[in-house]
């Protein structure tokens, strides 16, 4: 049965208060004081009826406790009981509370928040300020990481397998996945480097704005630091559930070159076609040749124009001054020879979908290397930041959690709801 609590607020005003920001601030502290005065009556008519809903509970004494919440640090007072041979305290099992916290699950979820945005000794003076007690950033780093591991937990026990209930029974014309990584500084005894690898997938871009810039409708995004079979495992799984690729009528994976890239497509998209990113190639021949500008502009030309035969055979005459620049040659060559078909397939491509997909085939990794940017870039390489593995994996996935169930991701985290959608 319902029960009401009751708080009776009262403040005054004098001539003082002409000041609209002095108002404004008494304001927020009575409201906050009021708070948590109501929480702690709620709290204590719970502990109520909790002993009368276990009549056979022995009271044994009543416990202070201290919980640090986003109204602020309050203190209560709760009995602790004696049944069926166990001693606790009703309220903090029928509440979820752990003897050991110290704050409120709604504390950690704002601390996991501003985390996702910034360095965690910034969160920290940010939640110290909005909570109004002082907070250390190892206590936000753990909770990321307690949070992170949860994440990852529900990725590996998702069923990857489901249908979605997106694509058609015939499936979609054409998916995109682009693929890449990125190194991030390291904690790791023995390792310079970590690579946090990311994965997006879409199969729909519109216009927005003033009809200048492209948005991709559809995007989802993967990232973990994984290896190479792992993260394909996945980040496939991933794109299945959502697009059912495995009925779609074309698959476009588009990557940088590496070697893993590569492997990694032809293992988890059979029958694909894959595409160079063009400024990748761009930028090797700038590397060698940006010292002869007149050279350098006509085998740019050729690049658009797709005459790859023609940038072979120019690379072929070309004599480098010294033996770095013929090693550099060389290794240009392999790279362009291995990937000769990905220059242009796009281009091949193209005849081959209908008008409404050809905005979908670019040339370029755009949209990847944005991605990155933002998932990666501003939070994990900014000065001085090194990471474990541990820790840079569940930051990651967590920033991708909250940005792909949005305001309830810490409720949708904790009660099941854990169907992976579109980031």
Same mark, same amino acid.
């Given at each position: 049965?319902?029960?009401?609590?009751?708080?009776?607020?009262?403040?005054?005003?004098?001539?003082?208060?002409?000041?609209?920001?002095?108002?404004? $601030?008494?304001?927020?502290?009575?409201?906050?004081?009021? /708070?948590?005065?109501?929480?702690?009556?709620?709290?204590?008519?719970?502990?109520?009826?909790?002993?009368? $809903?276990?009549? /056979?509970?022995?009271?044994?004494?009543?416990?202070?406790?201290?919980?640090?919440?986003?109204?602020?640090?309050?203190?209560?007072?709760?009995?602790?009981?004696?049944?069926?041979?166990?001693?606790?305290?009703?309220?903090?099992?029928?509440?979820?509370?752990?003897?050991?916290?110290?704050?409120?699950? $709604?504390?950690?979820?704002?601390?996991?928040?501003?985390?996702?945005?910034?360095?965690?000794?910034?969160?920290?003076?940010?939640?110290?300020?909005?909570?109004?007690?002082?907070?250390?950033a190892a206590s936000v780093h753990r909770w990321v990481q307690e949070v992170g591991a949860v994440v990852q937990a529900q990725e590996l026990a998702a069923d990857v397998g489901s249908s979605s209930s997106g694509p058609s029974a015939a499936g979609r014309e054409l998916v995109v996945a682009e693929i890449d990584d990125t190194p991030v500084r390291s904690q790791q005894p023995g390792e310079e480097k970590l690579f946090l690898k990311l994965g997006i997938a879409y199969s729909q871009k519109?216009?927005?704005?003033?009809?200048?810039?492209?948005?991709?409708?559809?995007? @989802?995004?993967? /990232?973990?630091?994984?290896?190479?079979?792992?993260?394909?495992?996945?980040?496939? /799984?991933?794109?299945?559930?959502?697009?059912?690729?495995?009925?779609?009528?074309?698959?476009?994976?588009?990557?940088?070159? $590496?070697?893993?890239?590569?492997? @990694?497509?032809?293992?988890?998209?059979?029958?694909?076609?894959?595409?160079?990113?063009?400024?990748?190639?761009?930028?090797?021949?700038?590397?060698?040749?940006?010292?002869?500008?007149?050279?350098?502009?006509?085998?740019?030309?050729?690049?658009?124009?797709?005459?790859?035969?023609?940038?072979?055979q120019a690379l072929r005459q070309w004599v480098g001054a010294d033996a770095r620049s013929e090693q550099a040659r060389q290794e240009l060559l392999g790279y362009i020879t291995r990937h000769r078909e990905a220059i242009t397939a796009v281009d091949r491509l193209r005849p081959r979908v209908s008008a409404a997909a050809r905005p979908l085939l670019t040339h370029g990794t755009g949209a990847m290397e944005k991605n990155v940017e933002v998932w990666i870039g501003r939070r994990f390489k900014r000065w001085g930041m090194r990471w474990t593995r541990a820790g840079a994996q569940h930051l990651l996935k967590l920033r991708l959690w909250i940005h792909r169930r949005g305001a309830n991701w810490f409720e949708a985290l904790h009660h099941g709801q854990t169907q992976l959608t579109n980031a």
């Open positions: 049965m319902p029960h009401t609590i009751e708080v009776v607020v009262s403040m005054t005003v004098s001539e003082e208060d002409y000041d609209v920001n002095r108002l404004e $601030a008494r304001v927020r502290g009575v409201r906050d004081q009021t /708070g948590r005065a109501l929480f702690v009556r709620a709290l204590e008519r719970l502990d109520e009826m909790a002993r009368e $809903a276990h009549p /056979g509970a022995v009271r044994q004494r009543r416990v202070e406790r201290r919980l640090d919440t986003t109204l602020g640090p309050v203190v209560f007072s709760r009995w602790r009981v004696q049944s069926a041979g166990h001693a606790n305290c009703l309220l903090d099992r029928l509440l979820g509370l752990p003897r050991s916290s110290r704050v409120s699950p $709604a504390v950690k979820k704002r601390g996991c928040e501003l985390a996702a945005r910034m360095t965690y000794r910034e969160a920290a003076r940010v939640l110290s300020e909005e909570l109004g007690t002082p907070l250390r519109r216009r927005v704005g003033t009809q200048k810039r492209w948005e991709l409708s559809d995007k @989802l995004v993967y /990232g973990g630091v994984e290896s190479a079979e792992e993260f394909g495992e996945r980040f496939y /799984g991933r794109v299945e559930q959502e697009f059912a690729v495995e009925r779609a009528r074309h698959v476009l994976v588009k990557g940088d070159g $590496a070697e893993w890239i590569h492997q @990694l497509a032809e293992h988890i998209f059979p029958g694909h076609v894959f595409q160079l990113d063009r400024w990748h190639l761009l930028d090797r021949l700038a590397t060698l040749l940006g010292h002869e500008p007149r050279l350098w502009k006509r085998l740019r030309r050729w690049v658009y124009q797709g005459r790859v035969g023609a940038l072979v």
